[in-house]
């Protein structure tokens, strides 16, 4: 069993930073590439990013450069630092983990860019 937990969103500025956290309980998290989704207003879910378990990432082409995603393999956990944040990067943001074909969802963390 999988659990992910997301924190860190939040309201910002555009040209703002913000840094998601993806805390995990149980063994499958180190074993397994972890994703970054997220779902603006009225939109469908997207990748935003992802790591392996080697640490190869991979980003959506809107956020390269601007976001990076990191992974702590002693803490269980996976980051998603966002930079020059932009208003349409407003939107509910999503740790997934896909053990044997099965996807594992956190609750979701919220972050809104507006001036």
């Known amino acids: 069993q999988v659990q992910l937990v997301e924190s860190g969103g939040g309201s910002v500025q555009p040209g703002g930073s913000l840094r998601l956290s993806c805390v995990a309980a149980?063994?499958?998290?180190?074993?397994?590439?972890v994703r970054w989704y997220r779902q603006g207003p009225g939109k469908q879910r997207e990748l935003v990013a992802a790591?392996?378990?080697?640490?190869?990432?991979d980003y959506a082409n809107s956020v390269k450069g601007r976001f990076t995603i990191s992974r702590d393999t002693a803490k269980n956990t996976a980051y998603l630092q966002m930079n020059s944040l932009k208003a349409e990067d407003t939107a509910d943001y999503y740790c997934?983990?896909?053990?044997?074909?099965?996807?594992?969802w956190g609750q979701g963390t919220q972050v809104t860019v507006s001036s």
């Open positions: 790591i392996t378990r080697y640490g190869t990432t």
């Open positions: 997934n983990l896909r053990v044997f074909e099965r996807d594992y």
């Open positions: 149980g063994s499958a998290f180190n074993l397994n590439t």
